[in-house]
């Protein structure tokens, strides 16, 4: 299988595991920019910094749930992500993101077959 298999197959795990670990009892997940409250499954896997950066792209703290409205058709609303980051895990959040993401990085084939192993364990942890 190639690279960007690996990375597409890890994209999907991950998706599910940040939506799922943001979901309520009940399966609800609220939207990061705008607040809006859906079952996991109509949300998506926002990112602040672009999946672009792969320094980022599977950083926890870079992503959270959005809504398509907020993720899609407004572009991310990175503004507003920032002002949620940096209130949910300390003043100066967003900046240290944008920095890591301006590193370059390849992450391994073998350490994304490990990452998508770790968060599907994840993932069925939360059941």
């Not at 999907?12 to 009940?26: C, P, Q």
């Not at 990112?47 to 572009?75: G, L």
Request: glycine letters at 6%; charged letters at 30%.
């Amino acid at each position: 299988m190639t690279w960007l298999k690996e990375v597409k197959k890890l994209d999907l795990v991950f998706s599910r595991y940040i939506r799922l670990s943001r979901s309520d009892e009940n399966g609800y997940a609220t939207c990061i920019t705008c607040g809006c409250k859906k079952n996991w499954k109509e949300q998506q896997c926002g990112h602040f910094m672009s999946r672009a950066h792969y320094s980022t792209r599977f950083d926890e703290t870079n992503c959270d749930v959005q809504c398509v409205k907020c993720n899609i058709f407004r572009q991310g609303e990175s503004y507003v992500f920032a002002l949620r980051l940096d209130e949910k895990y300390g003043e100066g959040t967003a900046e240290k993101l944008y920095q890591k993401s301006k590193q370059s990085q390849k992450i391994p084939k073998d350490e994304l077959i490990e990452m998508r192993k770790t968060y599907q364990e994840k993932i069925n942890g939360l059941s």
